[in-house]
C-alpha cells in the first residue's frame, strides 16, 4: 500500500502545492512543497548586489533633502511675465494708442516687466535644473552600477 499525500485540485485562484509525505518512517514524516515561480523577463539573467546600510542611509538623506522644495518663485515668475505679454498683446488688439497712460503701461512698461521676469525666471530655472543634475550625480556616486561589475 502506497502512503503518499496527494492533495485535491479545488483551489481557484492559485495552483495547488506538489505535496507528498513520504511514508519511510512514520516517526518522521517529511513533508515537502513544491510552487512554480514565474518571474519576470529582466529577473530571468539577474543577480544581486550588495550594497552598504551607510550608503543607502547617504543616499535616503539626500533624497529626503530634495524633497524638503521650497516656494516655486520660478513658476511666479513665469506667471507674471506671460500676463504682462498677455497685456501687451491685448493692447496691440485694443488697438490703444501709446501716447496715453493706458498705452505707456501696456507697451512699455508690460513689455519691460515681462522680460525682466522672464531672465530671471531662466536663470532660477537653470539653478533648480543643476540642482537636481547634482542630486543625480550624489545619488550615482553611491550606487553600484552593474554593466561595470
Do not use: H
Not at 60 to 89: H, M, V
Not at 115 to 138: E, M, P, Q
Amino acid at each position: 500500500m502506497d502512503n503518499t499525500f496527494e492533495p485535491i485540485d479545488t483551489t481557484t485562484n492559485c495552483t495547488v502545492a506538489d505535496v507528498s509525505i513520504n511514508d519511510t518512517n512514520i516517526g518522521s514524516a517529511t513533508t515537502t512543497l513544491t510552487y512554480p515561480i514565474r518571474q519576470p523577463e529582466e529577473y530571468v539573467n539577474d543577480f544581486m548586489v550588495s550594497l552598504r546600510a551607510s550608503e543607502i542611509r547617504k543616499v535616503r538623506k539626500y533624497c529626503e533633502d530634495a524633497k524638503k522644495s521650497e516656494f516655486p518663485w520660478s513658476e511666479i515668475l513665469l506667471a507674471i511675465s506671460t500676463t504682462c505679454i498677455g497685456c501687451f498683446l491685448g493692447a496691440l488688439t485694443s488697438n490703444v494708442e501709446l501716447n496715453s497712460l493706458k498705452g505707456i503701461i501696456m507697451y512699455v512698461v508690460s513689455l519691460v516687466i515681462a522680460s525682466g521676469t522672464f531672465v530671471a525666471y531662466l536663470f532660477i530655472r537653470r539653478g533648480s535644473i543643476s540642482d537636481v543634475n547634482d542630486l543625480a550625480d550624489k545619488v550615482k556616486e553611491y550606487i553600484v552600477d552593474p554593466d561595470n561589475i
